[in-house]
């Protein structure tokens, strides 16, 4: 019995196009861990930004109405809003609590106008 003598062309071909598909995969790899990577930061710095942005809007309310306020600390805000963020980039939608609670601050900020129209504000 007589071995098959294989090419060193062929061997040379195929261990490159089998390089080149490993090289590939790993890059589609390395790209999509990349691109989580990126989404997440992204989500992280709008969610410190918001987090910011409503104890500013706070401090402000509690200026103009000369009431006293208490600002938690933006990582706790953050948290929340990068949650939200999250289910947002996820499924399309706010989750549930986010919509309570923007929901309950229309209604407080309805209350306050009528309260304001009933004093002739």
């Keep these: 019995m007589q071995a098959a003598t294989v ?4 061997l040379i071909v195929t261990s490159a196009a089998v ?3 490993l090289s590939s995969l790993v890059t589609v790899i390395n790209a999509y861990f990349e691109r989580r990577s990126r989404r997440r930061e992204l989500l992280f710095k709008e969610a410190l930004l918001l987090a910011h942005n409503d104890n500013d809007v706070k ?11 208490a600002f938690p600390n933006p990582i706790y805000s953050a948290e929340r809003y990068l949650g939200w963020l999250e289910e947002l980039f996820a499924s399309g939608k706010l989750p549930a609590d986010a919509r309570r609670m923007f929901e309950e601050g229309k209604r407080k900020i309805g209350e306050q106008r009528a309260r304001e129209q009933n004093r002739g504000i």
Excluded: D, F, N, Y
Aim: charged content about 10%; cysteine-free.
């Design 19 to 21: 390089g080149a598909l």
């Design 7 to 10: 090419s060193p062309w062929v």
């Design 59 to 69: 401090m402000q309310i509690a200026m103009k109405t000369g009431e006293s306020a």
